[in-house]
């Protein structure tokens, strides 16, 4: 059975660091791409990362290129977010999703079929 389990979230001061954790299980990273959103109160779902099933290749919104940065250990089967320079705007329920043999920009603009439960990251001082 497909688990996505998001975990390392918290509170933070603006400008501090966090890095979240995706651990998945009965699937592999080497065939599924994950992607990390973010929904705030009130707002629409946002796409902030991905990492592609083939190549592990990488994409960010641009609300958090330079700031923020995924990666994944294929032998640990999860993956990272590290989220440095933390802004208020970042304060959201993120969550990972997994979709099969696809890249960023299909998981980014349609979603995917898998999803966690969320972290709550709340930035504020």
């Known amino acids: 059975q497909l688990q996505l389990v998001e975990s390392g979230g918290g509170l933070v001061r603006p400008g501090g660091s966090l890095r979240l954790s995706c651990a998945a299980s009965g699937l592999s990273l080497n065939s599924y791409a994950i992607g990390w959103f973010r929904q705030a109160p009130g707002k629409e779902r946002e796409g902030v990362s991905c990492v592609s099933s083939v190549g592990g290749l990488t994409d960010y919104a641009d609300s958090v290129k330079g700031r923020f940065t995924i990666s994944r250990d294929i032998t640990e089967n999860t993956v990272y977010l590290q989220m440095n320079s933390l802004k208020p705007e970042d304060t959201a329920v993120y969550y990972c999703?997994?979709?099969?043999?696809?890249?960023?920009?299909?998981?980014?603009?349609?979603?995917?079929?898998?999803w966690g439960k969320g972290t709550l990251v709340t930035v504020s001082s």
């Open positions: 999703a997994a979709q099969y043999d696809s890249d960023c920009f299909y998981i980014i603009t349609f979603g995917a079929d898998n």
